[in-house]
Nanobody, 115 residues
Framework: VQLVESGGGLVQPGGSLRLSCAAS????????MSWYRQAPGKERELVAA????????NYASPLKGRFTISRDNAKNTVYLQMNSLKPEDTAVYYCKAYRRSDSYWGQGTQVTVSS
C-alpha cells in the first residue's frame, strides 16, 4: 500500500496550491479519502474528507469555501485545492485512506505560506 502526496511548497499569502495524493496497492475506489494537516507544535487535524464515490464531502468549518477536496477513481488520486492561503495554513499535509477499521497514511507534503 502506498499513498504519495505531492504539490506542496512555498506560496505567498493569498496564493493557491493543489495537492495530489496518488494511491496504489489497495482498492482505492472502495475507500473514503481525507486530508489532514499538522502544524509545528500542534495536533494533526482533519481538513477535508470525501466518500468513496465522491458524492459526499466534508470540511473543517474554518476551511470551508477556501479548500476543495476531489477525487479521480480512474487515476487512484485524491486532490486538495487550496485557495486564498494564509500563513496559518502552514503545515505538513497528509492524505489518509479509510474504510471500516482499515486506514492508511501518506508520508506528508510540506505547505509553507509566507511572504
Amino acid at each position: 500500500v502506498q499513498l504519495v502526496e505531492s504539490g506542496g511548497g512555498l506560496v505567498q499569502p493569498g496564493g493557491s496550491l493543489r495537492l495530489s495524493c496518488a494511491a496504489s496497492g489497495f482498492a482505492f475506489s472502495s475507500y473514503g479519502m481525507s486530508w489532514y494537516r499538522q502544524a509545528p507544535g500542534k495536533e494533526r487535524e482533519l481538513v477535508a474528507a470525501i466518500s468513496s464515490a465522491g458524492g459526499s464531502k466534508n470540511y473543517a468549518s474554518p476551511l470551508k469555501g477556501r479548500f476543495t477536496i476531489s477525487r479521480d477513481n480512474a487515476k487512484n488520486t485524491v486532490y486538495l485545492q487550496m485557495n486564498s492561503l494564509k500563513p496559518e495554513d502552514t503545515a505538513v499535509y497528509y492524505c489518509k485512506a479509510y474504510r471500516r477499521s482499515d486506514s492508511y497514511w501518506g508520508q506528508g507534503t510540506q505547505v509553507t505560506v509566507s511572504s
